[in-house]
């Protein structure tokens, strides 16, 4: 394994090619295609959450009978009748546990048995998507899973306006082993928790935000790439290393679009984040059709593209009231 020190200086090498990089490739805008796609649906499929549900412990033999269950064709014949254009899926988050193999994170931890999948459920979810002509994006936290003080020790993690740039290069190894792993079958990644990116992302010297984005597109210079800020309802782009701004936001009636132009802003393709549940990833419905439909249909207008989170289940798919929903959303925007 390199050391940290052999790692810096080729990221200081590396960085003036890194920094190069420009939404435009070949012409076209990277997020050209999210713009057609028009609208999407996100799940959560977290271990910790459905430990809560099931109300049983989370382990790694658990966990793996739990993604070798997963309906990859289900879920995708789901995704393609409501007529979604992409699909955002969970890595991981908070607990450590990750739904596909990382042999890179597996060395820098040391957690046995690891919390990494077995099966690359991923790379399954994504050519079943493909198959159907959807899109796969996939979504992961800009730090350490924050549930697992073994892995955030391991991986030199320290929590708020820290630089850490040992974490960071350890983190963009991570990334760039599932990306290359992946390679043109995802189209894109969310970073999520981006909350002190002058501190972080913006030192000339790597890592940073070019060395970020660079990493995540190892397998696919084509990925498309968001860093989230929290939420934030004035929507804007943290860096020019970004193809389609985060979005996140919990009150979808306060969406404000108005310095939007031609569908973007400040050069990244406009992009809204929310959920449908009562919370990100569970309860009932909290709105109805015409509510949902009616956000949509002002985000469209406007040239940009809305992301509707929804609870999953246990098995993969994603239950009815909500597939009503969302089935609602692709009948009035797919017939603009």
Same mark, same amino acid.
């Given at each position: 394994?390199?050391?940290?020190?052999?790692?810096?200086?080729?990221?200081?090498?590396? %960085?003036?090619?890194?920094?190069?990089?420009?939404?435009?490739?070949?012409?076209?805008?990277?997020?050209?295609?999210?713009?057609?796609?028009?609208?999407?649906?996100?799940?959560?499929?977290?271990?910790?959450?459905?430990?809560?549900?099931?109300?049983? @412990?989370?382990?790694?033999? /658990?966990?793996?009978?739990?993604?070798?269950?997963?309906?990859? &064709?289900?879920?995708? %014949?789901?995704?393609?009748?409501?007529?979604?254009?992409?699909?955002?899926?969970?890595?991981?988050?908070?607990?450590?546990?990750?739904?596909?193999?990382?042999? $890179?994170?597996?060395?820098?931890?040391?957690?046995?048995? %690891?919390?990494?999948?077995? #099966?690359?459920?991923?790379?399954? /979810?994504?050519?079943?998507?493909?198959?159907?002509? /959807?899109?796969?994006?996939?979504?992961?936290?800009?730090?350490?899973?924050?549930?697992?003080?073994?892995?955030? *020790?391991?991986? &030199? =993690?320290?929590?708020?306006?820290?630089? !850490?740039?040992?974490?960071?290069?350890? =983190?963009?190894?991570?990334?760039?082993? =599932?990306?290359?792993?992946?390679?043109?079958?995802?189209?894109?990644?969310?970073?999520?928790?981006?909350?002190?990116? !002058? +501190?972080?992302?913006?030192?000339?010297? @790597?890592?940073?935000?070019?060395?970020?984005?660079?990493?995540?597109?190892?397998?696919?210079?084509?990925?498309?790439?968001?860093?989230?800020?929290?939420?934030?309802?004035?929507?804007?782009?943290? $860096?020019?290393?970004?193809?389609? $701004?985060?979005?996140?936001?919990?009150? @979808?009636?306060? /969406?404000?679009?108005? #310095?939007?132009?031609?569908?973007?802003? &400040?050069?990244?393709?406009?992009?809204?984040?929310?959920?449908?549940?009562?919370?990100?990833?569970?309860?009932? @419905?909290?709105?109805?059709?015409?509510?949902?439909?009616?956000?949509? $249909?002002?985000?469209? *207008?406007?040239?940009?593209?809305? +992301? =509707?989170?929804?609870?999953?289940?246990?098995? %993969?798919?994603?239950?009815?009231?909500?597939?009503?929903?969302?089935?609602?959303?692709?009948?009035?925007?797919?017939?603009?």
């Amino acid at each position: 394994m390199m050391q940290l020190s052999s790692l810096r200086r080729w990221f200081v090498v590396f %960085g003036g090619m890194v920094l190069l990089l420009s939404p435009i490739v070949h012409g076209q805008h990277r997020a050209d295609w999210l713009k057609s796609a028009g609208w999407g649906v996100m799940t959560h499929y977290l271990a910790d959450w459905r430990a809560r549900v099931d109300g049983k @412990p989370m382990s790694s033999e /658990i966990w793996n009978e739990m993604i070798d269950q997963f309906d990859v &064709d289900g879920l995708a %014949g789901e995704l393609a009748s409501v007529g979604a254009g992409y699909y955002i899926l969970t890595i991981g988050q908070n607990s450590g546990y990750y739904l596909s193999p990382n042999a $890179t994170y597996d060395r820098f931890v040391g957690i046995r048995p %690891g919390k990494c999948s077995k #099966r690359d459920l991923v790379l399954d /979810i994504a050519r079943a998507l493909n198959k159907r002509n /959807i899109k796969l994006v996939v979504y992961l936290p800009s730090g350490a899973p924050a549930g697992d003080s073994l892995a955030r *020790k391991a991986l &030199d =993690w320290r929590n708020g306006a820290d630089r !850490n740039n040992d974490f960071q290069i350890k =983190w963009e190894q991570i990334i760039r082993e =599932w990306s290359l792993r992946w390679g043109e079958n995802i189209a894109g990644w969310w970073f999520d928790g981006c909350y002190w990116p !002058n +501190t972080m992302y913006r030192p000339t010297e @790597p890592p940073n935000f070019a060395s970020f984005a660079e990493a995540a597109r190892a397998g696919n210079p084509a990925n498309i790439v968001a860093f989230n800020p929290g939420v934030v309802y004035r929507l804007l782009s943290v $860096t020019p290393h970004e193809d389609y $701004t985060a979005g996140e936001i919990d009150l @979808p009636d306060r /969406i404000s679009i108005r #310095r939007a132009s031609g569908g973007q802003i &400040d050069g990244a393709q406009l992009h809204i984040l929310s959920y449908l549940g009562e919370k990100w990833g569970m309860g009932a @419905p909290r709105f109805t059709a015409e509510q949902i439909i009616g956000w949509s $249909t002002l985000v469209a *207008k406007e040239g940009g593209v809305i +992301t =509707w989170d929804v609870p999953i289940q246990r098995n %993969g798919l994603i239950a009815q009231p909500f597939l009503d929903q969302l089935a609602a959303v692709g009948k009035a925007l797919n017939k603009r």
